[in-house]
């Protein structure tokens, strides 16, 4: 990726140089195989050219930083919603999903840049920090462990993650799910009770603890991914439903 940016990244200026790459994205047709269930990192989104959202993000996030301009992944209010999942051995989850995108910081602002590379006005922003970031991608890298049937990696990766960030029930939940996987609810009834701590108002939590409680109700349990809910990239219109006119496509950074 280093590579490509010595030779794509042109102009005097780092929004310059970094418009000037987005335009030879577009330009090489360079867009994600869109995965929904394969979080990858920065480097494998690019090498690879395939991943969710939060890869992507994480692609045009570690560019821009490496030409001098700050970044940052945002977890957008738009297109949240939840799908059902089932696992390798048919075990079916309902994931809480929600979408993340770039965002990239000029003298001028805030602008989002969206899978399509198309760019918008930052408005109403949530900003994650690089160690919220970090948690929520191993998150996903557990849940998709999950769906798998790799339990014994799952429980790596969403410990890992709340190494990173003890006090996020969203991770308390996920652990609480592998546990429920596993047969253990004495310890899945504790991780719920746990983010339920946390977070009052968590209704994954208060969901599956109700699960837990009542033997009787055979519904899914809930985790939360951090993806995109629809099986291809999200377009401008899809990303911005309902916008205001603030936050239509603008074209370069810092027009």
């Given at each position: 990726?280093r590579?490509?940016?010595?030779?794509?990244?042109?102009?005097?200026?780092?929004?310059?140089?970094?418009?000037?790459?987005?335009?030879?994205?577009?330009?090489?047709?360079?867009?994600?195989?869109?995965?929904?269930?394969?979080?990858?990192?920065?480097?494998?989104?690019?090498?690879?050219?395939?991943?969710?959202?939060?890869?992507?993000?994480?692609?045009?996030?570690?560019?821009?930083?490496?030409?001098?301009?700050?970044?940052?992944?945002?977890?957008?209010?738009?297109?949240?919603?939840?799908?059902?999942?089932?696992?390798?051995?048919?075990?079916?989850?309902?994931?809480?999903?929600?979408?993340?995108?770039?965002?990239?910081?000029?003298?001028?602002?805030?602008?989002?840049?969206?899978?399509?590379?198309?760019?918008?006005?930052?408005?109403?922003?949530?900003?994650?920090?690089?160690?919220?970031?970090?948690?929520?991608?191993?998150?996903?890298?557990?849940?998709?462990?999950?769906?798998?049937?790799?339990?014994?990696?799952?429980?790596?990766?969403?410990?890992?993650?709340?190494?990173?960030?003890?006090?996020?029930?969203?991770?308390?939940?996920?652990?609480?799910?592998?546990?429920?996987?596993?047969g253990?609810?004495?310890?899945?009834?504790?991780?719920?009770?746990?983010?339920?701590?946390?977070?009052?108002?968590?209704?994954?939590?208060?969901?599956?603890?109700?699960?837990?409680?009542?033997?009787?109700?055979?519904?899914e349990?809930?985790?939360d991914?951090?993806?995109?809910?629809?099986?291809r990239?999200?377009?401008?219109?899809?990303?911005?439903?309902?916008?205001?006119?603030?936050?239509?496509?603008?074209?370069?950074?810092?027009?």
């Amino acid at each position: 990726m280093r590579r490509y940016l010595q030779s794509a990244a042109k102009g005097y200026t780092s929004t310059q140089r970094m418009n000037s790459v987005i335009d030879d994205l577009k330009k090489r047709n360079f867009y994600l195989q869109y995965d929904l269930n394969h979080t990858t990192s920065a480097s494998e989104a690019f090498s690879l050219q395939k991943g969710n959202c939060i890869s992507h993000a994480a692609m045009i996030v570690a560019m821009a930083r490496h030409l001098g301009l700050e970044a940052h992944l945002n977890q957008s209010s738009r297109n949240a919603g939840t799908q059902v999942a089932e696992s390798e051995s048919g075990v079916r989850f309902r994931q809480r999903i929600s979408h993340i995108n770039a965002v990239v910081m000029v003298s001028e602002g805030a602008f989002i840049v969206e899978q399509d590379y198309r760019i918008y006005r930052g408005k109403d922003l949530n900003l994650l920090s690089d160690r919220k970031a970090k948690s929520l991608y191993l998150n996903n890298l557990a849940i998709e462990a999950m769906l798998r049937g790799e339990l014994e990696q799952a429980f790596v990766h969403i410990r890992h993650a709340i190494e990173r960030d003890y006090d996020d029930s969203t991770l308390w939940v996920s652990l609480g799910t592998l546990y429920r996987r596993i047969g253990d609810t004495t310890l899945a009834q504790q991780s719920f009770t746990h983010a339920l701590n946390l977070n009052p108002g968590d209704a994954m939590a208060l969901h599956n603890l109700a699960l837990l409680q009542d033997s009787s109700r055979f519904e899914e349990a809930y985790v939360d991914n951090f993806i995109a809910p629809t099986d291809r990239p999200l377009m401008s219109g899809e990303a911005l439903e309902g916008a205001q006119e603030s936050e239509q496509e603008i074209g370069p950074l810092a027009r």
